[in-house]
């Protein structure tokens, strides 16, 4: 049977180079990295080599760079940190958006039930955010700002340029999730106006396991991770250097890459879109494109069956596609199973049925044409079965 693989926003296959450099430091290059001998010191190097790396990629400093377990601990590495650091200035309230991940969205809530006033600014019908609204909810007591630059379920892109202008305007720090974009569009601190960024490989064929929080040099954060003076003092723990090296690499590969991959995206998008319009002329009414098209990175397609025409559970698709070797997703796979309807889809006002029902694609490089149309035949095979068992 034929097997596409289609739910790129939640992982990525490793890039083969990816591999191939992190293979000697599982087993010739073994030492700690706070080792002070040369096993130690040859560790210690690799990791700085992948940090510098980074930093150039995003335009900041090597010492601005912080590595994590992944995106989600960045988020609450900047969530927690922030708020902790700013408590004894009297500032607990914190601006974000209801379409953030849960990363964020569940450390803010966290926060809220601890003391803290948090904010969560609607989206419009298309997803995005309208930085007016950021400058309206801004107090005195606010001490951080955070909206993700591209959304993991619809694709998004939001304003962060503006909303991070208003940020520096009022003195008040920001925060991205960065964790759809990098790699895949221009991720530039300095132009976005941002003071954190998070980020994490395996969302650009890298390792899973290892992300980074970037942290503008001056800001004060409060540390969580106890135990160690690793990361200059920021993050204790013995750092994985295999994953660090892979990130690195990852990175690299990017850098050669991005421009034709998001181009090979953008490809496939109007390729989707097209078969779409094409195989299901017959059920059109059925089919909801959730986010949208013009404001959006070319990596996800996200749709939605229109709970007025029939009813369907995603996992229903989902399981429906998988059989017929299609992978997909209903959303975020940090929720995958859950039987809540998406907050994003439910944000941009589809009704609760309707936000059960929603199926997400999302391209990579490895994706062809013939697995888009490929995907679109079983998907309409799917849906359309259902919708004649609802007639019958």
Avoid: W
Wanted: include cysteine.
């Amino acid at each position: 049977m034929r097997r596409v693989y289609l739910d790129h926003a939640a992982t990525t296959p490793i890039e083969p180079d990816v591999l191939k450099a992190m293979m000697p430091y599982f087993t010739e290059i073994f030492g700690n990295p706070s080792s002070v001998h040369q096993f130690g010191r040859e560790a210690k190097v690799a990791i700085e080599e992948a940090r510098e790396r980074i930093a150039n990629f995003i335009n900041a400093k090597p010492s601005e760079i912080v590595f994590t377990s992944g995106g989600t601990e960045a988020d609450n590495f900047a969530i927690f940190g922030i708020a902790i650091a700013n408590l004894k200035r009297g500032k607990n309230h914190i601006i974000t958006t209801q379409i953030e991940h849960h990363a964020v969205l569940d450390a803010c809530m966290f926060l809220q039930k601890n003391g803290f006033d948090v904010t969560f600014l609607k989206v419009g019908s298309d997803g995005i955010i309208d930085p007016d609204d950021v400058k309206q909810a801004i107090t005195p007591r606010t001490c951080l700002i955070s909206v993700m630059h591209v959304n993991n379920e619809i694709g998004t892109i939001q304003p962060i340029e503006a909303i991070g202008q208003i940020a520096k305007e009022y003195g008040i720090l920001f925060h991205t999730d960065a964790v759809q974009s990098f790699g895949k569009i221009d991720v530039d601190v300095d132009k976005l106006n941002v003071d954190l960024l998070s980020a994490s490989a395996h969302k650009i064929y890298g390792p899973k396991g290892i992300g980074f929080l970037y942290i503008r040099s001056g800001v004060e954060i409060e540390k969580f991770h106890h135990g160690g003076s690793q990361e200059a003092g920021r993050r204790a723990g013995t750092e994985s250097v295999p994953l660090i090296v892979g990130f690195g690499k990852a990175v690299e590969v990017c850098a050669e890459r991005m421009i034709n991959d998001f181009e090979h995206a953008k490809m496939l998008k109007e390729r989707m879109l097209y078969k779409i319009n094409d195989v299901f002329s017959e059920i059109s009414d059925v089919l909801l494109l959730n986010g949208s098209v013009d404001k959006s990175i070319p990596h996800i397609l996200n749709f939605s069956i229109n709970s007025s025409k029939i009813e369907i559970d995603a996992e229903a698709i989902i399981y429906g596609l998988d059989i017929k070797g299609v992978a997909v997703s209903n959303g975020s796979a940090c929720t995958s199973g859950s039987l809540r309807p998406s907050h994003v889809i439910m944000a941009l006002g589809r009704d609760e049925k309707t936000a059960l029902s929603t199926v997400r694609f999302s391209f990579g490089r490895a994706n062809s044409i013939d697995d888009v149309d490929y995907a679109v035949e079983k998907f309409y095979e799917v849906v359309s079965g259902f919708v004649k068992l609802a007639v019958k």
